[in-house]
């Protein structure tokens, strides 16, 4: 008799706390998720260190792309669907994205050209269809100006010019053809890529999964990233658009901040008190 009561206080339990797992699952899986910022990229906006709550709901809760190991790359993709959301990311907005050179990483950054919108930068400060974007209130230049007439390596696309001096470039829209021409070439690439399709030239020809094509036709909206940090920031500028499937949410709260520098039993200073609570913006 005592040990059938002991298995069903087990079997309560063990009911218990399937269901606090479940509902933490479901949370951060629809509604909000943990982020830690790695980088710079977003100094003094968002700091190194920094421990970030998101808001997955905002731009539609993507459900689970891949199962597999925590904290580790081992696993596979699944199916994903994305919910309704209540609206799409616009020129200003802070984002939390899939980084498109390497999803396993998620990345924060803010959007400055919305699909169908046209990002330029003269001399530091952006544009946005030919009107100045207010530098954000943390914005930072941390280093000598780019002169016009520098071409950058590694500049996405390569015609481009430089970080301070760079485009115009259109951000694409589902539904918009790209013709296939010197100024397009660079663009379609990284989109087709971006959409799961191979893509080459022979013999000044354009192929798209083996086949000739003259044009290609945007199949997503993509989005023009940049770091407030402008002068220290791996973005848009360097490796390209970011397609409405790698966005994950936008940031609702600093929950934790502490300082790399400072030694972690001195606990007290290696917390940035002064942040928690901060609203990134």
């Given amino acids: 008799m005592k040990k059938n009561k002991e298995e069903s206080k087990l079997i309560y339990e063990l009911k218990s706390w399937a269901v606090v797992i479940l509902i933490a699952v479901g949370l951060k899986s629809t509604v909000v998720e943990a982020y830690q910022i790695p980088t710079g990229s977003m100094e003094k906006t968002v700091m190194i260190g920094d421990f970030i709550l998101g808001k997955k ?6 459900t689970p792309s891949w199962i597999g190991i925590p904290f580790t790359r081992i696993g596979f993709n699944i199916p994903y669907i994305r ?22 990483l998620n990345y924060i950054k803010r959007c400055i050209g919305a699909p169908g919108q046209t990002v330029e930068v003269r001399e530091g400060q952006a544009y946005v269809d030919g009107k100045i974007f207010k530098n954000p209130e943390h914005s930072q230049f ?3 100006m780019y002169p016009k007439t520098l071409r950058e390596p590694m500049i996405f ?11 115009p470039i259109y951000v694409p829209a589902k539904g918009d053809t790209l013709e296939m ?22 013999f000044n020809k354009m192929l798209i999964d083996g086949k000739e094509a003259e044009y290609y036709v945007v199949e997503q909206d993509h989005y023009f990233m940049m770091g407030d940090n402008r002068h ?6 360097y490796w390209g658009f970011v397609p409405f499937d790698y966005v994950m949410g936008n940031p609702l709260i600093t929950y934790l901040s502490w ?17 928690i609570g901060n609203i990134p913006k």
């Fill in 57 to 62: 709901f905002t731009f539609g809760t993507r």
């Fill in 83 to 104: 919910l309704p959301k209540f609206r799409t990311p616009q020129s200003g907005d802070i984002v939390i994205f899939k980084y498109p050179e390497d999803t396993h």
């Fill in 142 to 144: 941390i280093d000598t």
């Fill in 157 to 167: 696309p390569p015609t481009a010019g430089n970080r301070d001096n760079y485009g």
């Fill in 181 to 202: 021409n010197k100024e397009n070439i660079y663009i379609i690439k990284n989109v087709a890529e971006l959409a799961g399709h191979k893509f080459q030239i022979r």
């Fill in 232 to 237: 220290n920031s791996s973005d848009s500028r």
């Fill in 259 to 275: 300082d790399k520098h400072v030694k972690i039993i001195d606990v007290f200073h290696k917390i940035r008190w002064w942040r």
